[in-house]
């Protein structure tokens, strides 16, 4: 069973930045992608970012050149290092763990908010 606990939410001004980190246990040898969601209030849950078994990174047009996904596997953590935010980057941040047999685990979610 994989559990993933995230953190580095908050309030920030437009223009700041923010690192998200989300801690991943249990049956880590079997992800095969990690990725970070977002939804913000009235909208769908979104992908924001994603960092495949071998490395691969994949962004939403919305944040590509701002945003950065990195993988530390000696930690088991993976962090959205967030920069240039906008108030549209408002939303609560899921962490998302896509396992070999292609099941989604998701963590409890962390807030961001970019003031104007």
């Known amino acids: 069973q994989v559990q993933l606990v995230e953190s580095g939410g908050g309030l920030v001004q437009a223009g700041g930045s923010l690192r998200l980190s989300c801690a991943v246990s249990g049956a880590s040898s079997s992800i095969r992608v990690i990725g970070w969601y977002r939804q913000a209030p009235g909208k769908q849950r979104e992908l924001v970012a994603s960092?495949?078994?071998?490395?691969?990174?994949n962004y939403a047009d919305s944040v590509k050149g701002r945003f950065t996904i990195s993988r530390d596997n000696a930690k088991n953590t993976v962090y959205l290092q967030m920069s240039s935010l906008k108030p549209e980057d408002t939303a609560v941040y899921y962490c998302?763990?896509?396992?070999?047999?292609?099941?989604?685990?998701w963590g409890q979610g962390t807030q961001v908010t970019v003031s104007s």
């Open positions: 998302n763990v896509n396992d070999l047999w292609f099941r989604n685990y």
């Open positions: 960092v495949g078994s071998g490395g691969s990174t």
